[in-house]
Nanobody, 112 residues
Framework: EVQLVESGGGLVQPGGSLRLSCQPS????????MSWVRQAPGKGLEWVSD????????TYADSVKGRFTISRDNAKNTVYLQMNTLKPEDTAVYYC?????WGQGTQVSVSS
């Protein structure tokens, strides 16, 4: 059974940082690209970032480019999203995604 468990969300002031983690299980993690997707209150899903199977290629949405960094540790079966210079518009539930599988999400709130 495929499971993805996100953690690391919370409340942070504008300009602050958070690091999200996602620990998948039930499939060959090191063979798959992974994504982070978010959903702001009252809005649809927004793709945030992708990382390929070995971490050699990463892509970002324009809205987070230069502020967020995706990475992975295949030895630990974990994918990360380092979020810096957070803005109120980054407030959302952040989901880890692979193929058709999704985690439960972790809430990120950016507010003073």
């Amino acid at each position: 059974e495929v499971q993805l468990v996100e953690s690391g969300g919370g409340l942070v002031q504008p300009g602050g940082s958070l690091r999200l983690s996602c620990q998948p299980s039930g499939f060959a993690f090191s063979s798959y690209a992974m994504s982070w997707v978010r959903q702001a209150p009252g809005k649809g899903l927004e793709w945030v970032s992708d990382i390929n199977y070995n971490g050699g290629t990463t892509t970002y949405a324009d809205s987070v480019k230069g502020r967020f960094t995706i990475s992975r540790d295949n030895a630990k079966n974990t994918v990360y999203l380092q979020m810096n210079t957070l803005k109120p518009e980054d407030t959302a539930v952040y989901y880890c995604n692979v193929y058709k599988y999704w985690g439960q999400g972790t809430q990120v709130s950016v507010s003073s």
